[in-house]
């Protein structure tokens, strides 16, 4: 579920900063970013439905 929800996020920011790109909005160009990089975050993470992944990321 938290691919899904980072994927969302990941889509949002994105979209938040096309707009503050075109409408020359440096605030709303920035927090498009920043809830785009927690997205992604998001999505690195090791489910918890797969234990194995979590081994992966200690080695």
Known sequence: MSKTKGLGQRIAGKA???VGEIVGDQNLHEEGKEQAERGRDEQSKPSELNPLKKL????
């Not at 992966?56 to 080695?59: C, P, V």
């Open 16 to 18: 938040k900063q096309a």
């Open 56 to 59: 992966n990321q200690l080695t």
